[in-house]
């Protein structure tokens, strides 16, 4: 598969790193000129003239409708930006050049708005956010969804919600991809490869349908003036998508092995009737260049209302049941209340139900439920007392509380769930006696590591006589602990050991100039008595040493380091308030001790029940970006656990707490 364009992060084939050129102010007519082949390119409709006024059908004179001038500014806003940009793509890392054009809506930090290919102009998410319809929207899974950020092409059968699809999704057309579980929120800019919208049926058709351009966490969402991580995408958008249909997860995808191959042959769809006897193909036809295991999902009956209602109730007491193993010393067990109801279901209740074939993926879902939806479905435990909720605007009700003591949670007895990992719980399942842990996944290699931080120090050349005499270079990186002996060996060859006091050395004149320059107090009381301490010396030559240092991973020695000048860092965790009194945890700097951010901020979504999200931290180099990760919420022990899981050590790990402006 092609990574996208705009994705600086490795891969085994591809790597692409986007760098944007100086920014600068778009003349008026220019943008004009540009706002005008947007306008012309994607066939958008003009609204009237802002200076015609409106009647109602009451008579009474309404706002007028903006004009072609307030679509212009909507599209592109006074004061945008434009810069060159330069970044590889394919496997060859060909060299793709283009423009990007910058802008601030509303008071927001400016962002990536459009971008010029070929002299094409696509839209990012930020500017699709904003202006639903502005592409035709197709649809497909999420977890195909999460492929594609990948660079994997959407292939045919990956297509959802259709025939009949949008009619101006044919050949070359540019359009926007979202997921079922948020269909109205668009996550993905790409390309038409075959006419979408003359299909009659996707099952069993092979070939690539879209390919990606951008999306939403690729450089252009991250990127920004000052360094902010990117804006998360909203949950819903009104216009994007009209239908009132619930979406669930496409039964064929519960049996998907995503560990990709890049085997081009036997791509095609499978036919997901329920009740069917289905044979999945050895290449998955969702998305390119992925393998799925081969199994045969067996006719059952479907399950009962009663059956699926307890499915739901149990997984959600598994899920509560995990969260008080895994976070013991946390009063609320890991989760940050109040809970939306949107992420009940996805962290605390999908991720625990015993889907094991494609006939458990059909009818275990809530719309199958007595329930209907999730809000019922949280009513129905607040009325058993397992937990508190509490109705807001919109219709929406969230989590306040749950009784952690409660005997159905206190006396439950996990269950064995899929081999195939679920997000959020161990693929083992409870049954064999393990306990599932929230986000481990088998791509995170940093879970379980063992970590040892080594500090060496190289010698400054006015302590090379010292060293000389002892037949020791001050080339060499040494420990602290080996720079003693050689030291040791020096004052016993010069017999400076003090005859009254062995814990004092006598200094000679060459142990004077290396050591005490005579600038501080200490140094000249120390030059004044003749003789110091030996711990007080040993003290001084380490100061007068240059510090390195380097992190050895699993069985790595220090034969394998490679160190580096300076002291060794740490992991910083910052809590801030924003928005008045909402609180985020912060952190960085897990790169330097094998983690990947992307995984740990999945793991912490899951365990904190929160949203998260990766960006680069403000003032890091572009060239060598360091990553920080957001969670919503005072999430400091659910991270210091996490970093714990992947070696990290408590002291290495700094916290500064903004909320109540001190350190600790």
Not at 471 to 480: F, G, I, Q, R
Not at 622 to 649: F, T, Y
């Amino acid at each position: 598969p092609t990574l996208s364009i705009f994705d600086g992060q490795k891969s085994s084939q591809i790597f692409t790193e986007l760098k944007i050129k100086t920014l600068s102010p778009l003349r008026s007519s220019d943008r004009r000129k540009i706002a005008d082949q947007i306008i012309s390119d994607y066939q958008l409709e003009i609204p009237e003239d802002g200076n015609t006024e409106q009647q109602a059908e009451d008579g009474a004179t309404v706002n007028p409708t903006p004009g072609i001038g307030a679509l212009r500014n909507s599209l592109l806003p006074e004061g945008s930006l434009s810069a060159k940009f330069i970044t590889t793509a394919g496997p060859d890392l060909k060299e793709i050049s283009g423009v990007v054009y910058v802008g601030a809506v509303s008071g927001e930090e400016p962002r990536v708005l459009w971008v010029k290919l070929n002299d094409r102009l696509f839209p990012t998410v930020y500017t699709l956010w904003r202006h639903p319809r502005l592409l035709p929207l197709l649809h497909t899974p999420d977890v195909v969804l999460r492929k594609l950020y990948g660079g994997a092409d959407l292939m045919t059968p990956g297509l959802a919600r259709g025939p009949p699809f949008p009619e101006k999704a044919i050949k070359g057309a540019a359009v926007a991809v979202a997921s079922l579980e948020k269909p109205s929120v668009p996550m993905l800019v790409g390309v038409c490869e075959i006419d979408v919208s003359g299909l009659t049926q996707v099952q069993g058709v092979k070939g690539h349908a879209v390919k990606g351009i951008h999306w939403n966490g690729d450089e252009l969402w991250a990127w920004s003036q000052g360094g902010k991580p990117g804006i998360p995408s909203p949950d819903r958008i009104e216009g994007w998508d009209d239908e009132k249909h619930e979406h669930v997860l496409d039964p064929g995808m519960a049996q998907l092995d995503l560990e990709g191959s890049d085997n081009e042959q036997d791509q095609g769809g499978v036919n997901l009737d329920e009740g069917q006897n289905i044979k999945l193909l050895s290449q998955n036809s969702y998305v390119e260049g992925e393998d799925v295991v081969e199994q045969v999902a067996c006719e059952r009956e479907e399950m009962s209302t009663k059956d699926i209602d307890q499915a739901f109730r149990n997984a959600f007491i598994y899920a509560i049941h995990h969260h008080m193993n895994a976070y013991k010393g946390d009063p609320h067990h890991g989760l940050v209340f109040p809970i939306p109801q949107s992420l009940v279901i996805s962290n605390l209740v999908l991720p625990y139900l015993p889907i094991f074939s494609t006939a458990d993926a059909a009818s275990l879902q809530i719309k199958k439920t007595s329930w209907k939806n999730a809000k019922k479905f949280i009513k129905a435990l607040d009325k058993e007392k397992i937990l508190k909720s509490k109705d807001r605007n919109g219709g929406e009700v969230v989590v306040m509380d749950i009784d952690f003591k409660d005997s159905a949670i206190t006396d439950f007895v996990p269950y064995r769930l899929p081999k195939k990992e679920t997000s959020g719980a161990d693929s083992s399942g409870g049954g064999e006696g393990k306990t599932p842990t929230a986000g481990n996944s088998s791509d995170d290699s940093s879970i379980g590591q063992t970590l040892k931080k080594l500090t060496l120090v190289r010698p400054k050349e006015k302590l090379a006589p010292l060293f000389q005499a002892a037949n020791a270079s001050t080339k060499s990186l040494l420990l602290p602990a080996e720079i003693r002996p050689i030291i040791t060996a020096y004052i016993e060859s010069e017999n400076l050991v003090s005859p009254t006091n062995k814990r004092l050395v006598i200094l000679n004149p060459i142990l004077a100039n290396a050591v005490f320059d005579g600038q501080s107090s200490m140094d000249r009381e120390v030059l004044a008595k003749g003789s110091v301490p030996r711990d007080a010396l040993m003290d001084r030559i380490l100061q007068n040493c240059s510090p390195h240092w380097a992190i050895l991973r699993n069985t790595e020695t220090r034969d394998d380091a490679k160190p580096k000048a300076g002291h060794a860092p740490s992991i910083q965790i910052v809590l801030e308030t924003r928005s008045g009194n909402k609180t985020v945890s912060k952190v960085s700097g897990v790169e330097t001790f094998y983690i990947h951010p992307q995984p740990l901020a999945e793991e912490l979504q899951k365990a904190c029940a929160s949203s998260t999200s990766v960006g680069q931290l403000a003032g890091s180099s572009p060239k060598n970006p360091v990553m920080e990760i957001m969670v919503q919420g005072p999430q400091k022990d659910v991270i210091v656990k996490a970093l714990e899981k992947r070696g990290v050590r408590r002291e290495w790990v700094e916290v500064l707490d903004k909320t109540k402006g001190k350190k600790r």
